[in-house]
């Protein structure tokens, strides 16, 4: 690839000759030409710039200057030309660096890097005359003005350097170790890297994480999978919202979630907050129950019962009044934009579990019930589920229970699949009549003396 640098201060790229950059040179690699601007000046002064039409303060660099400084580097002969076809096969980029340009991100270097010449047009002063850009763009240039961040320097030279080796380092050939591309913040799924450590193994008091020293490489890929997403929602909640959805799999939404992140299976990804539930929410969760509880009631149950139990149990009314008594019930609630889209329902303190479900010696009398766990259809597989229930678990354990009690339908495999992924195991069954019809429950415990998320362990 041919880099075209033109500046008013050509020396300014003399640095681009060092490191992997200047081994790339030698190596045939890239072909790095800086030009000073002022060869294709004319007159006594070689004068590059005037005063702005319209007044105002600074200089502006002429066009009849930069143009035919353009016109020269466009007709440079390339490698990929053949003689036949001049231009044919090769693609040139005119890169305007300016702060008012498109910001420069890893997808644009990506694609910067399939491009045979670019050639940078460093400006000064108060900038390069618009119709540079202009007139090159209805000549059929491909034209790009880049901004490097939200500041403003003296001149382009810096952000044509910060270009050029973020292009280059993506040509093959360029990394020693290709592997080092692979994870790299901005790439892949389009997260943040995550911390990264050396020897010594303690540092000042700061020991390295002792998985990494585990050998357990799955381990090893999943906390640094967990670290990055961490980073980036904290870091950059931008680049959180805006990951290639395709690419994170479950544990990474639970994550995300956790992180007040909410990737839906359709659409686009929104921040959500998992809180207590307020007295407010009761008429929001009364609807939101309405709506989930007849998804996760079996087949065999007929409506009509399905509808008595929410007109008795899931009320407007019903959830006031827990909301109202919170040492008795405990309700989180996972709130997207004002809308309440999942809740767990916990009972705690003493005989907090049905009659039903103590089974003297596998299921304790003394656990926390959790009484209902869901999530709107359009947001399951979103993390959310995940997060509510690791938050129950946790707020269960704050009032002193040692364990978490749940009913769920022996015939609903995926939520006991769930349930296990969160540290919940089978203890029972029970057996009840709903409406005349006979429901059979699987009954699951979970231990919440041993801390951390059994999802991530
Ligand atoms: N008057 C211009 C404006 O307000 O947008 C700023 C001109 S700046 C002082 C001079 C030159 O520095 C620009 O023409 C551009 O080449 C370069 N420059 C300054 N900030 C930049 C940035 N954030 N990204 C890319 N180039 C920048």
């Known amino acids: 690839m041919r880099f075209d640098l033109i500046s008013i201060f050509p020396d300014y790229f003399t640095p681009l000759t060092l490191s992997l950059m200047g081994k790339a040179e030698d190596a045939g690699l890239v072909t790095l030409a800086a030009h000073d601007l002022r060869q294709w000046a004319t007159g006594k002064h070689r004068s ?26 466009l007709a440079t002969p390339l490698a990929c030309e053949n003689a036949e076809a001049a231009t044919a096969s090769c693609r040139r980029v005119l890169a305007i660096p300016t702060p008012s340009g498109t910001p420069l991100t890893q997808p644009v270097v990506e694609d910067l890097a399939r491009a045979d010449q670019i050639i940078v047009a460093c400006g000064r002063y108060e900038g390069i005359d618009a119709r540079v850009a202009q007139h090159y763009r209805a000549a059929g240039v491909e034209v790009l003005e880049f901004s490097i961040g939200d500041y403003v320097l003296n001149g382009g030279e810096v952000a044509a350097m910060v270009l050029t080796e973020a292009v280059a380092r993506l040509l093959d ?11 790299e913040s901005h790439s892949g799924a389009g997260l943040l890297e995550y911390p990264v450590f050396t020897k010594p193994r303690e540092f000042r008091g700061l020991v390295i994480p002792d998985v990494l020293v585990g050998g357990n490489h799955a381990a090893i890929e999943r906390w640094r999978r967990d670290l990055a997403i961490e980073k980036t929602a904290a870091v950059r909640p931008d680049l959180a919202l805006e990951l290639r959805a395709e690419s994170l799999g479950r544990e990474d939404r639970a994550t995300l979630a956790a992180c007040g992140v909410a990737y839906p299976r359709e659409g686009s990804a929104r921040p959500v907050s998992i809180r207590h539930g307020e007295p407010g929410d009761a008429a929001q969760l009364s609807a939101l129950a309405a709506r989930t509880f007849p998804e996760a009631c079996p087949p065999e149950l007929p409506r009509a019962a399905i509808d008595a139990f929410i007109a008795a149990e899931l009320g407007p009314d019903m959830f006031e009044a827990m909301l109202a008594d919170s040492t008795r019930h405990r309700i989180l609630v996972a709130q997207i934009d004002a809308h309440l889209v999942g809740y767990t329902l916990t009972i705690v303190g003493q005989g907090a579990i049905p009659p039903e479900l103590v089974c003297p010696g596998r299921v304790e009398a003394d656990a926390a019930y959790l009484s209902k766990c869901y999530v709107d259809a359009p947001w399951r597989g979103s993390g959310i589920a995940d997060v509510l229930v690791e938050a129950a678990a946790r707020d ?62």
């Open 48 to 73: 590059v710039d005037d005063t702005p039409y319209g007044g105002g303060a600074g200089m502006v660099m002429r066009a009849d200057v930069w143009a035919r400084a353009l016109d020269d580097a």
């Open 173 to 183: 050939g360029f990394m020693g170790n290709p592997d080092s591309l692979v994870e």
């Open 396 to 457: 269960a354990a704050e009032h002193g229970h040692a364990s978490l009690v749940l009913g769920t339908n022996r015939a609903n495999k995926k939520a006991q699949a769930f349930y296990k992924r969160h540290g919940f195991r089978r203890r029972s069954t029970r057996t009840f009549d709903v409406g005349g019809v006979l429901n059979h429950d699987v009954v699951m415990v979970r231990d919440l003396t041993r801390t951390g998320n059994p999802t991530l362990a």
